[in-house]
């Protein structure tokens, strides 16, 4: 994948290289080995806060934590797990104090026009756009942990493991959350529109 | 009058139809689900549905069409390289 630079690394530019020049200090090399997950931590942070602003501040703000953070990264997990399990709590953080508010800004369907893939032949767009409507509004209306669990393993296609290790809880808990969004956005949508969409 | 036991049946398959796709039930569990709904017209359409919400969401990815902003090493770049060595001794 390109890097933030919009080259793609060579051969002998592995993560592991870049995570040693980071480590020492190299600001290109961290801009490279995150940069490779920028366009996915950005789109979990919009999905998750349904803003687009404020993921703008909190995908910048992640990117600092990590910066500051990564003489202390261990391997433990891979980087994208660290750097994602990052994201989640600055997401958490921007969540809670968003609830704090007196007059809370809640996450309108409407803020999450996510665009179809291109590679969707228009036909299919049409169909579908009505399906994705109610979807991001259902997603949107779920609780933050469940909608932290949907969006982690259905959307963003995470094993389970790696999903309850971002989210913070045992894999056990991460599938009762996620089997409780399903169920929940199987009732806000519909079984008929579900059932329809041929899926 | 009711049968024993079709409630609960019913109650348990629709509070199950996630785990069911997922793989997440024991065999028997599994079994249980596959009985019911084989005599059940809400509970094949549940099935079904479950299957195409989780199809659904996973096409929500949207990739495709989001970029990160240009902004995003903006607040490392301030920082610059001390500001990973400091946090070091933080």
Redesign the interface.
């Known amino acids: 994948m390109a890097g933030?630079d919009g080259q793609v690394p060579d051969a002998a530019e592995t993560e592991a290289s870049l995570l040693a020049r980071?480590?020492a200090?190299?600001?290109a090399a961290?801009?490279r080995l995150?940069?490779a997950y920028?366009?996915?931590?950005?789109?979990l942070l919009?999905r998750l806060l349904g803003d687009r602003a404020e993921a703008?501040d909190i995908?910048?703000?992640v990117?600092?934590r990590a910066?500051?953070?990564?003489?202390?990264f261990r391997g433990q997990s891979s980087y994208f797990t660290w750097l994602y399990r990052i994201a989640m709590n600055e997401a958490n953080r921007a969540l809670e104090k968003r609830a704090r508010r007196p007059a809370g800004v809640s996450i309108g369907a409407q803020e999450l026009e996510?665009?179809?893939?291109?590679?969707e032949e228009p036909s299919r767009q049409a169909e579908?756009s009505e399906?994705?409507r109610a979807?991001?509004q259902a997603?949107a209306g779920l609780p933050p942990p469940l909608r932290t669990a949907?969006v982690l393993r259905?959307?963003?296609?995470l094993s389970t493991q790696e999903a309850a290790e971002i989210a913070g809880v045992s894999q056990a808990a991460f599938?009762s959350r996620?089997?409780q969004a399903?169920?929940r956005?199987?009732a806000a949508?519909g079984?008929e529109a579900?059932?329809s969409?041929?899926? | 009058m009711s049968m024993p036991g079709l409630a609960s049946d019913h109650e348990w398959s629709q509070r199950h139809l996630s785990h069911y796709v997922e793989g997440d039930l024991r065999p028997r569990a599994r079994r249980r689900l596959d009985r019911h709904a084989r005599g059940c017209v809400d509970c094949g359409r549940g099935i079904r549905a479950m299957r195409a919400l989780v199809y659904a969401v996973q096409g929500l990815d949207g990739l495709a069409g989001i970029r990160a902003p240009a902004t995003i090493f903006d607040r490392v770049r301030l920082a610059g390289p001390g500001g990973a060595a400091s946090s070091q001794n933080a």
């Open positions: 933030p980071a480590q200090g190299d600001v961290f801009e995150s940069g920028a366009d996915r931590l950005f789109m919009y703008e995908a910048q703000e990117m600092l910066w500051r953070g990564i003489t202390r996510l665009p179809t893939a291109p590679e579908n399906l994705r979807l991001n997603l949907i259905d959307v963003e296609g599938k996620l089997h399903r169920l956005v199987r949508v079984d579900l059932v969409s041929g899926g």
